[in-house]
């Protein structure tokens, strides 16, 4: 009769970087998510109007820790208008019907947070294929 002889070497090693890996792995995480906002804020800046500067000026970059093996990176606008220059508005009119217009919709905010999420997954995706993990889908 045969016997079969199965023998590990580095396995001591193999536990440690696993167990090091979800830290390794956060910590390059946290770079990406924080980059990705500010790249969004900056963009948006830009392209907020300069006449009085005060969109550009309301946006803030939040970073918070929500448990030891998540990110989160949050762009903020402040501004009381922020959201009507998004959105746009209908036509107003006074209590007799004067006329005083409409916005139309910057477009601004939303489309622009769009793109720095899709930048940030490919390099989050990237990230994860670069230690070898098999990244499968797409989002």
Not at 63 to 85: E, H, K
């Amino acid at each position: 009769m045969s016997s079969v002889t199965l023998e590990w070497e580095g396995l001591t090693q193999l536990e440690d970087d696993l167990r090091d890996l979800p830290a390794d792995l956060r910590e390059n995480a946290v770079t990406i998510t924080r980059d990705a906002a500010e790249d969004a804020a900056a963009t948006m800046a830009a392209l907020y109007p300069k006449r009085t500067g005060a969109l550009a000026s309301s946006l803030l970059v939040s970073q918070s820790d929500p448990g030891p093996y998540a990110t989160r990176a949050m762009v903020i606008n402040t501004s009381p208008y922020a959201l009507v220059f998004d959105l746009g508005s209908q036509a107003r009119h006074t209590a007799i019907g004067a006329n005083r217009g409409s916005m139309p919709t910057g477009n601004v905010f939303v489309p622009t947070v769009i793109r720095a999420r899709r930048a940030m997954y490919d390099a989050l995706k990237d990230l994860l294929q670069r230690i070898g993990l098999i990244v499968s889908g797409d989002v």
